[in-house]
């Protein structure tokens, strides 16, 4: 049974507007939380980070917003742009990740149109 | 930071054959994990050193893996006796762990497994 689950395969949005993806939880452990970006051919990328202590996150155009009730995150990315073209994971880990081994969405694919 | 290098890129072997992927992590990192990444799906973690001591491997897919780190630097990943369901992307990563604060894991580009 997927613990991380992003419902959506694949997002499309216009250059210089919001990305908005989403990821969902079951596993209530889980305290700490990250986004990846992969290109084809690389490994994912390490993105921004949350921990379970906190509601949001920023690091330039990228805010993670976490809702513990809801068992919901999503990663916002204002402005897009074409170079944001890629797959976003979602991933999530218990003791504030510590140990990192974490455990992935099945992400989803962002496609920004200039 | 010269990253984590994984080599070979690409390997292709044939069904019941052996192979091994080497992971060369970033210098100053002191753990190491190996994960899996199939068609479609998220990487999968399979199991993690800090320095040599290999500190969980229950999530190794069956015992026909097995993976070392003999001096606690680079780290290898066995797989005996392949099957096509073997065929993956075997991706390594790394990160330091310690009293200076923790860094998020950085994966490198992975060895892509083709099991004929």
């Known amino acids: 049974d997927q613990q991380v689950k992003q419902n959506s395969p694949s997002l499309s949005v216009q250059e210089g507007r919001i990305s908005i993806l989403n990821c969902d939880y079951t596993?209530?452990?889980?305290?700490?939380f990250l986004w990846y970006k992969k290109y084809p051919a690389e490994g994912p990328t390490f993105l921004i980070s949350?921990?379970?202590?906190?509601d949001k996150n920023e690091d330039g155009r990228f805010t993670v917003f976490l809702n513990k009730s809801a068992k919901h995150l999503s990663l916002h990315i204002v402005p897009s742009q074409p170079g944001d073209s890629a797959v976003y994971f979602c991933?999530?880990?218990?003791?504030?990740?510590?140990?990192?081994?974490?455990?992935f969405g099945k992400g989803t694919k962002l496609s920004v149109k200039p | 930071d010269t990253g984590v290098s994984q080599n070979p890129r690409h390997k292709i072997t044939k069904r019941g054959q052996n192979v091994t992927f080497r992971c060369d992590p970033i210098s100053e990192h002191n753990r190491l994990y190996w994960y899996r990444q199939t068609l479609g799906q998220g990487p999968e973690f399979l199991t993690y050193?800090?320095?040599?001591?290999?500190?969980?491997k229950s999530r190794l897919l069956s015992d026909r893996f097995s993976a070392e780190r003999p001096k606690g630097s680079f780290s290898t990943l066995e797989i005996q006796r392949t099957e096509q369901g073997d065929s993956a992307m075997y991706l390594c990563?790394?990160?330091?762990?310690?009293?200076?604060?923790?860094?998020?894991?950085?994966f490198g580009n992975g060895t892509r497994l083709t099991v004929t």
């Open positions: 949350i921990s379970s202590i906190k």
């Open positions: 050193f800090q320095n040599e001591a290999q500190l969980e």
């Open positions: 990563a790394s990160r330091r762990v310690g009293t200076g604060g923790n860094s998020p894991l950085h």
């Open positions: 991933a999530a880990s218990v003791y504030g990740g510590s140990q990192g081994n974490l455990i």
């Open positions: 596993n209530s452990m889980f305290d700490y």
